[in-house]
């Protein structure tokens, strides 16, 4: 199993089919970490800085951020993420089904880590999910965070 200490995941995700497809190709890919789940835009702004909201207290290791979202869009997520100086560094990686060059071309505006259309089949999707959590949550070192 990859796991790295109690870090989380946090999984912008909207659509209920998506958010199983992603967590159980996680888990076949052998990550262990908790993924939790905000379902929509303003949801998982209120998990990363509502100081009424538990969630607030331990910041995820890696955001899981689709861009086309109800109440607040994810490209508007991911825009207060980084003008956060708390948040500024924590790695987002885009899973989205959109390959809009616009779409692609704002999200690394914006700073985005990387961007990644989702795969439709559920074996290429468990292929993408494995090696996202190669990288993000084994290889890649991530800076200190703000507390």
């Not at 390959?99 to 704002?106: G, K, N, S, V």
């Not at 999707?125 to 290889?139: D, H, I, K, P, R």
Request: proline content about 5%.
């Amino acid at each position: 199993m990859i796991a790295t200490g109690t870090r989380s995941i946090l999984l912008v995700e909207d659509d209920p089919d998506h958010e199983l497809l992603t967590i159980r190709a996680l888990r076949r890919s052998n990550v262990a970490n908790d993924v939790r789940v905000a379902r929509d835009g303003e949801e998982a702004l209120a998990m990363l800085f509502d100081k009424d909201n538990a969630a607030v207290s331990s910041l995820p290791q890696l955001i899981l951020l689709d861009l086309k979202l109800p109440k607040v869009d994810g490209l508007e997520v991911l825009r207060r993420i980084r003008e956060n100086e708390r948040t500024r560094m924590l790695p987002v990686v885009v899973l989205t089904s959109s390959d809009e060059e616009r779409d692609i071309l704002r999200s690394y505006k914006l700073g985005v880590n990387s961007y990644i259309r989702k795969p439709v089949n559920f074996s290429d999707f468990t292929e993408t999910a494995n090696q996202l959590g190669m990288y993000w949550l084994v290889l890649n070192e991530c800076p200190p965070l703000a507390h």
